[in-house]
């Protein structure tokens, strides 16, 4: 059974950080590039982050570049996603995703920035 299970969210204020996890299970972890999206009310859901199945290559949004931080342990089959320096519009709820010949999607966690 596929499972991507995403942790850490919460409330902070403004300037804050956060770290989220994604732990997956079900599947062979090091096949997949894996990618974290993010959905504010009202808005499409949108690419945050992404690397590469060996951690090599890896691509971050314009409005996240230098507050952001992805990372993998390919041997705890986990990623991450440290976020510093939050601004309210990063308010959404975060997902992680799995991909290589299918899309692998968790269920969300909610990241609020605010006062």
């Known amino acids: 059974q596929v499972q991507l299970v995403e942790s850490g969210g919460g409330l902070v204020q403004p300037g804050g950080s956060l770290r989220l996890s994604c732990a997956a299970s079900g599947f062979t972890f090091t096949n997949y590039a894996m990618r974290w999206f993010r959905q504010a009310p009202g808005k499409e859901r949108e690419l945050v982050a992404s690397i590469s199945r060996t951690g090599r290559d890896i691509n971050y949004a314009d409005s996240v570049k230098g507050r952001f931080t992805i990372s993998r342990d390919n041997a705890k089959n986990t990623v991450y996603l440290q976020m510093k320096s939050l601004k309210p519009e990063d308010t959404a709820v975060y997902y992680c995703?799995?991909?290589?010949?299918?899309?692998?999607w968790g269920q969300g966690t909610q990241v609020t920035v605010s006062l």
């Open positions: 995703n799995a991909r290589f010949l299918v899309d692998y």
